[in-house]
């Protein structure tokens, strides 16, 4: 069988698609773990919570313990709709590594936002992480 130059250029850009691809899959599985992470946290802080209010505590925190508690049940809402929505990429990539037909511009709107909302998702989550500690 002869091979043109056309086919070279060919395979050599499929390998690098499936480089790329394979770096992103690297990210999406780093922010799962760190999902796994906030969600394992924030069990911690629901705990903690749960004990200060068995061990009696000045009633006049019982409205900022109400707040936290409805942070954290905001946290797991949060952690879930992350996850699905990296669900929603994984298929994408690995779809895109199959060599399916994949839209490029669907998979990069994803990776930014999700990108986006995982930081602002770390920070608020270390943030209320640090104020329920102190």
Known sequence: MKHTINDNVLGRNRM????????LQVEVNTWKRLLTF?????????????????????RKLLEEFENFQTKFIKQDETITF???????????LLNEK??????????????EHLRKNIVNSEGRFFQLQLNFNT
């Open 16 to 23: 690098n698609e499936i480089q790329k691809i394979n770096q």
């Open 98 to 111: 199959l060599g399916m037909s994949v839209n490029e511009n669907a998979i990069n709107r994803k990776l």
């Open 82 to 92: 992350l996850r699905n929505d990296i669900a929603e990429l994984d298929k994408l």
């Open 38 to 58: 906030f969600s394992d946290e924030n069990v911690c802080l629901k705990n903690r919570l749960s004990e200060i209010l068995k061990n009696g505590f000045d």
